[in-house]
Nanobody
Framework: QLQLVESGGGLVQDGGSLRLSCAASGRTFSTYIMGWFRQAPGKEREFVGDISWSGSTRNYADSVKGRFTTSRDNAKNTVYLQMNSLKPEDTAVYYC??????????????WGQGTQVTVSS
């Protein structure tokens, strides 16, 4: 079991930066792939990026490549999303999630409650 709690959201101007954090409870954090998703008003939730167990592999949605970076600190049971060059279209509730492995058999089993990111133009 994992409990995930996001923090770090807020209001930022176009072109600004934010760093989101997701703290996990439990001693098995390092055995989970961690992901970030977002959901804007009236839109479906979409994948933003993920990071493998050790942090050696990272994947990103095309819309955020080159601007967003995931990282993790397994000693602190925390995953981060550094967001640079933010745009108004990045405005959304951001969620972290956890799953055991890659592949279609594996679902994102655990989710945080979300944190609001608003980018003003």
């Amino acid at each position: 079991q994992l409990q995930l709690v996001e923090s770090g959201g807020g209001l930022v101007q176009d072109g600004g930066s934010l760093r989101l954090s997701c703290a996990a409870s439990g001693r098995t954090f390092s055995t989970y792939i961690m992901g970030w998703f977002r959901q804007a008003p009236g839109k479906e939730r979409e994948f933003v990026g993920d990071i493998s167990w050790s942090g050696s592999t990272r994947n990103y949605a095309d819309s955020v490549k080159g601007r967003f970076t995931t990282s993790r600190d397994n000693a602190k049971n925390t995953v981060y999303l550094q967001m640079n060059s933010l745009k108004p279209e990045d405005t959304a509730v951001y969620y972290c999630a956890a799953k055991k492995s890659y592949g279609s058999r594996y679902e994102w089993d655990y989710w945080g409650q979300g944190t609001q990111v608003t980018v003003s133009s």
